[in-house]
C-alpha cells in the first residue's frame, strides 16, 4: 500500500517561515515524479512546486523565489521550504506523487498517489 504522509504545517505570522515533510511508503523505486499542491477554502487546487527523477525542480511563479522543493530517495521524503511566506499562501498542503507520469508537472492529472494534507496559515 503506498502512503503519504504531509507535516509540519502550522500557524505563522506573514513573512515567516515553515518547512513541510512527506514522507513515502509502499513504494521502493524512486519516483518518477513528485509534487507540492496547495488548496484555500472555496478555490482550486493549484499546484506549488514540483521535482522530478532527473532532479529537476520547478516552482510556481507566485512562489518563485520563496519557496524550495527537495527530495530525499535514500530516506523517501519530500520537503517543501516556505520562506516569505504570505497571508495568500494559507491553505491545505497536499504531497503527491506520479508512479507513471516522469516529469516534473504542477497538473492534477499527472499524479495518482496523495497525502492527506496539512494546514498551513499565514496571519497578517
Known amino acids: 500500500q503506498v502512503q503519504l504522509v504531509e507535516s509540519g504545517g502550522g500557524s505563522v505570522e506573514a513573512g515567516g517561515s515553515l518547512t513541510l515533510s512527506c514522507t513515502t511508503s509502499g513504494y521502493t523505486e524512486t519516483w518518477p515524479s513528485m509534487a507540492w499542491f496547495r488548496q484555500a477554502p472555496g478555490k482550486e487546487r493549484e499546484g506549488v512546486a514540483c521535482?522530478?527523477?532527473?532532479?529537476?525542480?520547478s516552482v510556481a511563479d507566485s512562489v518563485k523565489g520563496r519557496f524550495t522543493i527537495s527530495q530525499d530517495n535514500a530516506k523517501n521524503t519530500l520537503s517543501l521550504e516556505m520562506n516569505s511566506l504570505k497571508p495568500e499562501g494559507t491553505g491545505t498542503y497536499y504531497c503527491?506523487?506520479?508512479?507513471?507520469?516522469?516529469?516534473?508537472?504542477?497538473?492534477?492529472?499527472?499524479?495518482?498517489?496523495w497525502g492527506q494534507g496539512t494546514q498551513v496559515t499565514v496571519s497578517s
Open positions: 503527491a506523487g506520479a508512479t507513471t507520469w516522469r516529469w516534473c508537472s504542477l497538473l492534477l492529472s499527472a499524479f495518482d498517489s
Open positions: 521535482t522530478d527523477h532527473t532532479g529537476r525542480t
